[in-house]
Structures are given as structure tokens and as C-alpha cells.
């Protein structure tokens, strides 16, 4: 099948708007992409329809409310292949998923029963790690002591996997990036996890990638835990996922307290509900949800093997065509073969600033991104401060790619290189 580019962006109201008389060329979707039609009615419908707090009321309203949000969790469920919503757990975005991890598997528990890591068990994690995935496990060896060791990525962009064995000897948990949101390196998830269960470690994948453009299956990624957002794949901000091997989730103590997640109370101790809601604390992003499963249906009516083939075509055309028009004063980062990596291009261009690069590109409604990209020791290890970066999704074509390359050349000869 055969992803429609023109249709699909007109299931974008926001593809309509002009910057200062330009077109609106978005190329920032790794950050957070654009809502389809279908999301935003979807909401709109729910508040207008159906409000009210989940899983407390009797009444018609919060009986339908709860029945949209749990419909969404099994949309979720079998969006990424889970063998049932139970595993599926509600966030606020990937970042308070694996923070989620670090907090109830990551620190020790003394209690018998509970699962985690065992005494001086490290973590192994990567240099191309985004900051959600590697802050949380700073504080857990700040807080307790854990070790952290890192595996390395050669000049492609390509995880070092030589010494594998090694690395993972006393290790208890692997977390790492499906897809690089700098490099767009598609990282090899299903050796890894096999490799890590082999030496005894559970894995935690951060999807926050790859969900949006590669089809997912849980089971054939063989991880323990996958975090992803909602914004980057065509849903609403303040929602995201844990997706969790039920085993572990069961004997994981909870990480926030408080309202939903609590089955009793009484002044001298509490009993934990049954997952998902035991790590779901409070009233939940109700609507949120709904638009993400909306979101996914969205994405499963055009077919995420559609999506990943646009994507790698157009990331082709994206290289090549830089490449061509810009030759030397274009230095991209990541691997050379499109079909390696996601539709995410990090550059650096001449000698301009990526922070002046995007502020006059923008001039003329091209959409990067520049700096960081939440990922500093990465930046450390290419040897750069900041880079610019495009990224692509499905409501991207090959006049989005040129529009960038001219107006890159317009840039230039702003600034008179």
C-alpha cells in the first residue's frame, strides 16, 4: 500500500496555515508532530459529548467516559502487539514512563516479593540516549549508588556492539533508544534484548521514535518495558505510554500515590489497585487518551508499513537531493543508508549558526529544528554544540525536501558565504 501524500495532508487543518505569505512546510516532527482532523474532532466530540471523571461514577456520562478511555488503552495494546491492555499504562509522556522504571524497578527494594535490581547490578545504557533516557538513571546512581556504563556509537552513527557480552556482564537492566532522535539510527532492539535476557537483564526501549513510523511489536522486540509519547504520533500532548511485561508490573511497587491507583486506605496502610490503574494516580488525561486512540486508529487505516515505506523513500530523496545542491558545506550526521535509519536528518551547514539557520528559514515557513535536541553528550561526541535538523513524517513529500534545500541556499547567501 501506498502512503497518498496529498490526501494525507489534507487531514491537516493546521497544513493550511501561511507564514508571512509562505506555505507552512513543517519538518519538526520528531519533536512533536501535527494532529489529523480525526484527533482533534475526536476531543472536541468527547468534551462537547461525554465528560466526566473515569471509573468513579454510575451514571451514564462516566460510564461512557470510562468506556472511551479503556477502549483507547486497547487501541494502544494492539497497536504495539501487546498480548492485552493490562500491560498498557497511561503517562504523561515517555519521559514520566521511563522515570517510571528508574523509580520502581531501578531502586532497591527490600521487600520480599518485589522485583528490581539486585544488589550491584548496573544499568547499561548508550551514547546516543535522548535526556528522558538518561537523567533518570543519573539520579538512581545518585540516589543509590548504581553503576551505569554506556555503549558507544562508531563514525555511522552505529552502536558499538562488539564487546556486547562483556558489557552486559552484571548488569540488570538495558535502556535504550529504538531510534535515535538526532542521528535516526535504527538501533538492532531484537539482538540487543536477546543478548540482555541471556545475561540476565530485563530491557527498557524508549519508543518515542519509532512508534510514530515503524510498525511495533512488543513481542518481537522481546523488551520487558516500551515507553512512547502520544505527540509524536499524531495525538495530543500530556499523554504517553509504558507498555510492561504484566509479571513485572504486578510485583513493581507503585510510583505516584493517591486516587485511582489504590484499592483501600486506611490510617495505618493502603493496597495497591490492579494494573494498569495502579500506576495510573489521580484522574487521568481522559481526553488525551481519546485522541490517542484516535490517533492510532488514524495511523492504522493508513498502514504503518505505508508510513515506514514514504519515510524511507523520502528520507532518500532528502540525502541525495541535499547532497547534490549542497555537496562540502553539508555535513550530515548518521548512517549513509536511508533504509537504516528513521526520516530524521541532523546537518551542520557551512559555517552558519543551526540557530540562525532555522530563524531564517523559518523567514520563508520551513519548519527545523536546531540545537541540542535534548541529548548533550551525543552533541559531545560528534564533536559539535548543536546541530539543525529535519525530520519527516507522513504528511511530508518532495516538495517539502526542496522547499528546505532552497531556502538553505537562500540563507547562505543572506548571510554571504
Given at each position: 500500500?501506498?502512503?497518498?501524500?496529498?490526501r494525507?495532508?489534507?487531514?491537516?487543518?493546521?497544513?493550511?496555515?501561511e507564514?508571512?505569505?509562505?506555505?507552512?512546510?513543517?519538518?519538526?516532527?520528531?519533536?512533536?508532530?501535527?494532529?489529523?482532523?480525526?484527533?482533534?474532532?475526536a476531543?472536541?466530540?468527547?468534551?462537547?459529548?461525554?465528560?466526566?471523571n473515569?471509573?468513579?461514577?454510575v451514571?451514564?456520562?462516566?460510564?461512557?467516559a470510562?468506556?472511551?478511555?479503556?477502549?483507547?488503552?486497547s487501541?494502544?495494546?494492539?497497536?504495539?502487539?501487546?498480548?492485552?491492555?493490562?500491560?498498557?499504562?497511561?503517562t504523561?509522556?515517555?519521559?514520566?514512563a521511563?522515570?517510571l522504571?528508574?523509580?520502581?524497578?531501578?531502586?532497591?527494594r527490600?521487600?520480599?516479593?518485589?522485583?528490581?535490581?539486585?544488589?550491584?547490578?548496573?544499568?547499561?545504557?548508550?551514547?546516543?540516549?535522548?535526556?528522558?533516557?538518561?537523567?533518570p538513571?543519573?539520579?538512581?546512581?545518585?540516589?543509590?549508588?548504581?553503576?551505569?556504563?554506556?555503549?558507544?556509537?562508531?563514525?555511522?552513527?552505529?552502536?558499538?556492539?562488539?564487546?556486547?557480552?562483556?558489557?552486559?556482564?552484571?548488569?540488570?537492566?538495558?535502556?535504550?533508544?529504538?531510534?535515535?532522535?538526532?542521528?535516526?539510527?535504527?538501533?538492532?532492539?531484537?539482538a540487543?534484548?536477546?543478548?540482555?535476557?541471556?545475561?540476565?537483564?530485563?530491557?527498557?526501549?524508549?519508543?518515542?521514535?519509532?512508534?510514530?513510523h515503524?510498525?511495533?511489536?512488543?513481542?518481537?522486540?522481546?523488551?520487558?518495558?516500551?515507553?512512547?509519547?502520544?505527540?509524536?504520533m499524531c495525538?495530543?500532548?500530556?499523554?504517553?505510554?509504558?507498555?510492561?511485561?504484566?509479571?513485572?508490573?504486578?510485583?513493581m511497587?507503585?510510583?505516584?500515590?493517591g486516587?485511582?491507583?489504590?484499592?483501600?486506605?486506611?490510617?495505618?496502610?493502603?493496597?495497591?489497585n490492579?494494573?494498569p490503574?495502579?500506576?495510573?494516580?489521580?484522574?487521568?488525561?481522559i481526553?488525551?487518551?481519546?485522541?490517542?486512540?484516535?490517533?492510532?486508529?488514524y495511523?492504522?487505516?493508513?498502514?504503518m508499513?505505508?508510513?515506514?515505506?514514504?519515510?524511507?523513500?523520502?528520507?532518500?530523496?532528502a540525502?541525495?537531493?541535499?547532497?547534490?545542491?549542497?555537496?562540502?558545506d553539508?555535513?550530515?550526521?548518521?548512517?549513509?543508508d536511508?533504509?537504516?535509519?528513521?526520516?530524521?536528518?541532523s546537518f551542520?551547514?557551512?559555517?552558519?549558526?543551526?540557530?540562525?539557520?532555522s530563524?531564517?528559514?523559518?523567514?520563508?515557513?520551513?519548519?527545523?529544528?536546531?540545537?541540542h535536541h535534548?541529548?548533550?553528550?551525543?552533541?559531545?561526541?560528534?564533536?559539535?554544540g548543536?546541530t539543525?535538523?529535519?525530520?519527516f513524517?507522513l504528511y511530508n513529500?518532495?516538495?517539502?525536501?526542496?522547499a528546505l534545500?532552497?531556502?538553505?541556499?537562500?540563507a547562505?547567501?543572506?548571510f554571504r558565504?
Amino acid at each position: 500500500m501506498t502512503l497518498d501524500t496529498a490526501r494525507v495532508k489534507k487531514d491537516f487543518p493546521i497544513l493550511d496555515r501561511e507564514i508571512d505569505g509562505h506555505r507552512l512546510v513543517f519538518l519538526d516532527s520528531a519533536a512533536s508532530s501535527q494532529k489529523p482532523r480525526a484527533v482533534l474532532d475526536a476531543m472536541d466530540h468527547y468534551y462537547a459529548t461525554t465528560h466526566a471523571n473515569v471509573h468513579r461514577g454510575v451514571y451514564t456520562l462516566a460510564e461512557e467516559a470510562t468506556a472511551a478511555y479503556e477502549a483507547a488503552r486497547s487501541k494502544v495494546a494492539a497497536f504495539v502487539g501487546a498480548p492485552s491492555s493490562r500491560g498498557v499504562i497511561f503517562t504523561k509522556n515517555a519521559t514520566e514512563a521511563i522515570n517510571l522504571v528508574a523509580h520502581s524497578y531501578g531502586r532497591p527494594r527490600p521487600a520480599p516479593g518485589r522485583v528490581g535490581l539486585g544488589p550491584g547490578q548496573a544499568v547499561l545504557l548508550t551514547g546516543m540516549e535522548h535526556h528522558a533516557n538518561l537523567v533518570p538513571w543519573l539520579m538512581l546512581r545518585e540516589e543509590c549508588g548504581t553503576e551505569l556504563r554506556f555503549l558507544d556509537i562508531d563514525d555511522q552513527g552505529r552502536l558499538v556492539l562488539d564487546d556486547l557480552d562483556r558489557m552486559l556482564d552484571g548488569v540488570g537492566l538495558v535502556a535504550v533508544t529504538a531510534m535515535s532522535n538526532v542521528l535516526g539510527t535504527l538501533n538492532p532492539i531484537a539482538a540487543i534484548t536477546e543478548a540482555a535476557h541471556a545475561a540476565g537483564a530485563v530491557v527498557l526501549v524508549d519508543g518515542a521514535q519509532s512508534v510514530p513510523h515503524l510498525a511495533t511489536d512488543v513481542a518481537a522486540l522481546g523488551c520487558d518495558f516500551l515507553a512512547f509519547s502520544a505527540h509524536k504520533m499524531c495525538g495530543p500532548t500530556g499523554i504517553g505510554v509504558l507498555w510492561g511485561r504484566e509479571e513485572l508490573l504486578e510485583a513493581m511497587p507503585a510510583f505516584l500515590g493517591g486516587g485511582e491507583m489504590i484499592r483501600d486506605v486506611r490510617l495505618d496502610g493502603w493496597a495497591p489497585n490492579d494494573i494498569p490503574w495502579k500506576y495510573e494516580a489521580g484522574t487521568p488525561p481522559i481526553a488525551e487518551a481519546v485522541g490517542l486512540g484516535a490517533a492510532v486508529g488514524y495511523l492504522t487505516d493508513l498502514g504503518m508499513d505505508a508510513v515506514r515505506e514514504h519515510e524511507v523513500a523520502l528520507t532518500r530523496y532528502a540525502m541525495a537531493t541535499l547532497a547534490d545542491r549542497h555537496g562540502d558545506d553539508l555535513h550530515l550526521y548518521g548512517p549513509e543508508d536511508a533504509s537504516a535509519r528513521g526520516g530524521v536528518l541532523s546537518f551542520t551547514y557551512r559555517d552558519v549558526h543551526p540557530h540562525d539557520l532555522s530563524q531564517v528559514l523559518d523567514s520563508v515557513g520551513v519548519c527545523i529544528r536546531a540545537g541540542h535536541h535534548c541529548a548533550r553528550p551525543l552533541m559531545r561526541r560528534l564533536g559539535v554544540g548543536s546541530t539543525a535538523r529535519a525530520s519527516f513524517y507522513l504528511y511530508n513529500d518532495e516538495a517539502d525536501v526542496d522547499a528546505l534545500s532552497d531556502a538553505m541556499i537562500a540563507a547562505a547567501e543572506l548571510f554571504r558565504l
